[in-house]
């Protein structure tokens, strides 16, 4: 086990996937957005190439893994995550599926082929810059919060690239830019298909929002039903549990 971790890491396990990743309380474990949006979106299963930006410690890779056989890339900027994400790959035995890189998610289209992917996906910095400063936080988990090097259209305009027609991308963000993710999306030939708010538990107000867009879509928008994670007395939801756990046998 000691040759696969470093200095304060550990290896968890991906329950439902059976899967193992390897996390740091110090540097970067990944939330239960990573979980939602690798559920939430439409990926074809027998083959397809599939790409997720800001890929952290490479959870959504992971989860998508056991989704698809397509080949997956993972895009991750910060080295010390990349390596991370990289051993994780490697103790799975995924290599032939997963491949993990280091790159800017703003030049990263035309290095891995423009128009070249049938899915993107992107669990992107969700606060602007400014108030990075007002975060007692480290630096590798300020770089993933914050849009310190990623904005969110230059997002979605990378995303689009990446695309082929026809192809499907999806994000995970706060509902607070909502219009921010569509303006942006419909000016980079993303076309809002289907949303999913999330909610705390009934009563609260939602607090991430889920979002997948074709390219060159048609307009037709649909609004899913609500995503409670917690039920009244703190539990995880029987949708949510079954994400994390998998399906009760």
Known sequence: MEQWLKEDERLDYLLAEDLRIIQSPSVFSFSLDAVLLSKF?????????????CAGNGAIPLFLS???????????????????????????????QITVMQGDVRTIAPLLGIENYDVV??????????????????????????????????????????????????FVHRPGRLLDIVIAMRANRLEPKR?????????????????????????DLKILPPLYIYEADGKYTTEVSEMLYGSKQ
């Open 121 to 170: 996906t992107c669990n992107p910095p969700y606060f602007p810059a400014y108030k990075a400063s007002e975060k007692n936080v480290k630096k590798h988990v300020a770089i993933a919060r914050h849009e310190i090097y990623l904005k969110l259209d230059e997002m979605v305009y990378s995303a689009s690239k990446l695309l082929k027609q026809g192809g499907k991308a999806a």
């Open 195 to 219: 949303i999913r708010f999330v909610y705390p538990k009934e009563g609260k107000e939602a607090n991430m929002l889920l979002v997948e867009g074709i390219k060159d879509g048609k307009p």
């Open 66 to 96: 056991a989704r698809t056989r397509g080949h997956i890339t993972a895009v991750e900027l910060q080295d010390r995550l990349v390596d991370m994400a990289s051993r994780s790959v490697q103790y799975n035995q995924l290599q032939e």
């Open 41 to 53: 979106v439409s990926i074809p299963y027998q083959k397809g190439n599939i790409v997720d930006l």
